[in-house]
């Protein structure tokens, strides 16, 4: 519990903290991987490369430091954390290494204008924190394994099947060796665990399919950089095993009768094909309007439309369209691909969908981008805030939609 003179002291030296905050974090990684090598497998460090991950918690420290009062409005995000710290294999011992660092950053960047007081007030603000995510993390794990199928840690899974879907992403899908059905929710993503030369790389991938099956699919999209993504595209084959986290994740379908948007761009169509696939599943379809947005480069980079214009011309109720931003020759032609147009997503495409409709859950995932494009467009057509959902993958960075009332969510995981 934070003290009033510790949040006296807090406020007086926010504007210090906030100054200083990505110096701040700068200093706070190296030294805890300095002085806590072990805890290296835990960060993604193409993130750490680019320096998003410094930027993030520079935000998150300041950002929280300012909502002292105001915890309550933290569930989603401290939610959205959870569930990505669980991914990855966070426990309790794990947070009083992250505070002793960033209190001994703290004091190293802004020296003499901190004392021991004002240090025990900064550990107490860290402390509070990490009991909530604490307990919120506890129950997340029990949860999951609970859940039919559920378990704990990495459990090793046989690929069984691998496709490619576009020229740039292919699907892989994975089998527990007791070959047992396996619950999760439509939107979530599970882990992947490898040692890469002697450091351990964990990856987030959102499943492509539906829940309730024998197996889980994902859908890899090939970057240039990437560790992960080039191993799975070119070294592993059917009858490989890899080491998988349950799934986790709160970007997940609603359980709502309204109209359904889904929204996306390049590879973050692989969470909309999941929650696609549960509404017709599951009969939610039925009734329910559903419209599917997506937007990719051309023909050759769009992955699952056959299965999408399957769905249409199934359900009346679903209606689709493609944009390529970059068409070739035969995608113009109409050869190959099946754009519905060329160009960039407007917001005469989702008023086309929308009509004169409002009340709807829209679910957006994409490049970051075009994610800012697609809020500020929902927020101005009027869209509830509270009725659309997005997420990022990394750490997240904020997204300010073009809404005086939007809620800005801000990460808070140093992961």
Sequence with gaps: MITQQQRTLIDQTLPAVEANALKITSTFYPLMFGRYPQVLNYFNQANQARGTQRHALANAVVTYAKHLDALDKLGERVSLIAHKHCSLGIKPEHYPIVGECLLAAIAEVLGDAVN????????????????????????????????????????????????????????????????????????????????????????????????????????????????????????VSVGDVLQISAPYGDFVLRDSHKPMVLVTAGVGITPAISMLAAAISSHQVAGRDIHFIHCARNGAHHAFDDYVQQVEEMYPEVTKTFIYSDPTDEDIRGEQGSADAFGLLNESHLQQHLGSERDVECYVLGPKPFMHCVLGMASRLGIPDSQVHYEFFGPLEEIQPVSSGSDQRAELSVA
């Design 116 to 235: 021991d007081d004002i240090l025990n007030a900064w550990g107490a603000a860290y402390q509070q924190l990490a009991n909530i995510l604490i307990d919120v993390e506890r129950d997340i794990y029990q949860r999951q394994h609970q859940r039919t199928g559920g378990w704990e840690g990495f459990e090793g899974f046989t690929v069984i099947g691998k496709v490619a879907e576009s020229e740039v992403i292919t699907s892989l899908v994975l089998q527990a060796k007791d070959q047992r059905i396996i619950d999760f929710e439509p939107g979530q993503y599970i882990t992947l665990l490898k040692a890469f030369d002697g450091l351990e790389h964990r990856r987030n991938y959102s499943l492509s399919d539906k829940p309730g099956k024998t197996t889980l699919r994902i859908s890899v999209k090939r970057e240039t950089d990437g560790v992960w993504s080039n191993h799975l595209h070119d070294e």
